[in-house]
């Protein structure tokens, strides 16, 4: 039985070479899914780093429209205290205008 046993080895051989085969595709799906993954956490993080840079911008924005804003009202508290100081001159030299020609 000698032919029998080689018959047996021979398939063992082949269930072997079988197994081996389905294990390296298996590793290759593995790495493609692996690769595949990779990439979607560096397009992830590249995503998250144009966001917050975005943020920044976006905060830069606001803080310069905000120093603007500020700096209008300021302009327009001076000019408003100027024209009260101006209206306040001129009631005066009215008021001594008057006594002048009294």
């Known amino acids: 039985d000698l ?6 080895a021979a398939a063992a051989m082949e269930r072997a070479a079988a197994a081996e085969a389905a294990r390296d595709s ?11 993954q990779c990439e979607a956490e560096a397009e992830t993080v590249a995503r998250v780093a144009a966001a917050a840079a975005a943020e ?15 700096a209008a009202e300021g302009e327009r508290d001076a000019a408003t205290t100027t024209a009260a100081a101006a209206k306040l001159l001129a009631e ?10 009294v």
Request: charged fraction near 40%; aromatic fraction near 0%; hydrophobic fraction near 45%.
């Open 3 to 8: 032919r029998a046993a080689a018959r047996d």
């Open 56 to 70: 920044g911008v976006a905060q830069r924005a606001a803080v310069d429209a905000d120093t603007r804003r500020i």
């Open 92 to 101: 005066e030299l009215r008021r001594r205008s008057e006594e002048a020609n």
């Open 26 to 36: 298996a590793l290759d799906g593995a790495a493609v899914a692996t690769a595949r």
